[in-house]
């Protein structure tokens, strides 16, 4: 069966003139590389990635209508999609992690790899640290543990420090950062509420703990001003888990729609001249006829212009 290829829109309209997007393959990857910017119409095989004159008849290059410009990731943020970057990064309304808007194979892997590599061993190491500090902040109102018995209080509120510190300064660092951003860009989000809270919390007790006598008689219970280590050590747990559970589904679900994509068509059979060539998807041109073999997948829209066959049309 052969088809005339469409690229005007008039079979379906997701073509609007432009390759497809799913042609990320190794195949067409590589022809794309191969494929030189300029090239001369009168001699055959002089190509050039700058508009030189040809070297045979002088003639001025033209642009290679085959030619397409290298991938260029661009990343969106999944809330706010006018928010759009050449690099990876955080959305400056509302934080969040900013997202490849291309779904191509191997699109953004890296990134999400280390995004819940990085999440992931923040809250682990976070939670180790985060349960002493509860356990020693509220063990006395569990039953039968005698908490003040093991760890005396004049140490105990040193070590709900020391432990605390790397919780929220190293694990919890970013959202402080994100906060911070926020107040720049005059977008208040959740991240300025974590930060605040957190920030609060932390910044009192360590003021409590290194130095106690700045605070009035009213602040002390016991003779003590207490402490709410345990509230930022488990707020900030908490929001970890929460930003790792999010980047785990959207790793998920982004490996699933590149799966999709890469069952697509990544070549096609042209017929030029009496001849049948296979090329990459991203060669195909306007006009272009192409054959579709029994039980081919369809690799572009088009119109059927002669023969009759099965053809797979899954994607």
Not at 171 to 183: E, K, N, P, V
Request: aromatic content about 6%.
């Amino acid at each position: 069966m052969k088809s005339g290829a469409q690229r005007d829109g008039t079979g379906h309209s997701c073509c609007d003139d432009h390759l497809p997007d799913h042609a990320t393959g190794v195949d067409a990857t590589q022809a794309r590389q191969s494929v030189k910017k300029y090239f001369c119409p009168m001699c055959d095989g002089v190509e050039s990635d700058t508009p030189d004159s040809c070297p045979k008849c002088g003639m001025a290059l033209e642009r290679n209508p085959v030619f397409r410009e290298p991938h260029k990731i661009i990343y969106i943020c999944p809330m706010h999609p006018q928010i759009e970057q050449d690099l990876p990064g955080n959305c400056p309304i509302c934080g969040m992690t900013l997202a490849p808007r291309s779904c191509g194979v191997g699109v953004g892997d890296e990134e999400e790899r280390r995004e819940v590599d990085s999440l992931s061993r923040k809250f682990w190491i976070a939670l180790v640290l985060t349960i002493p500090v509860l356990l020693i902040a509220m063990g006395h109102a569990i039953p039968g543990l005698h908490v003040d018995a093991i760890v005396p209080r004049q140490i105990g509120k040193w070590v709900e420090f020391g432990l605390t510190t790397p919780v929220v300064l190293w694990a919890g660092g970013f959202f402080f950062t994100r906060a911070w951003q926020s107040i720049v860009n005059r977008s208040l989000n959740m991240f300025t509420l974590i930060a605040v809270g957190v920030g609060a919390a932390y910044v009192f007790s360590a003021a409590a703990v290194l130095a106690p006598g700045i605070f009035p008689e009213s602040f002390r219970r016991h003779g003590e001003v207490d402490l709410y280590f345990e509230a930022a050590a488990v707020i900030t747990t908490l929001v970890l888990l929460g930003q790792l559970i999010e980047a785990k589904a959207r790793s998920r679900t982004g490996q699933a729609i590149k799966a999709l994509l890469g069952l697509a068509a990544k070549t096609a059979h042209r017929v030029r001249n009496g001849q049948e060539e296979e090329i990459p998807v991203d060669a195909i041109q306007k006009g272009d006829l192409l054959r579709v073999r029994p039980g081919e997948k369809v690799s572009v829209d088009g119109v059927i212009v002669e023969g009759q066959s099965n053809i797979d049309e899954s994607m």
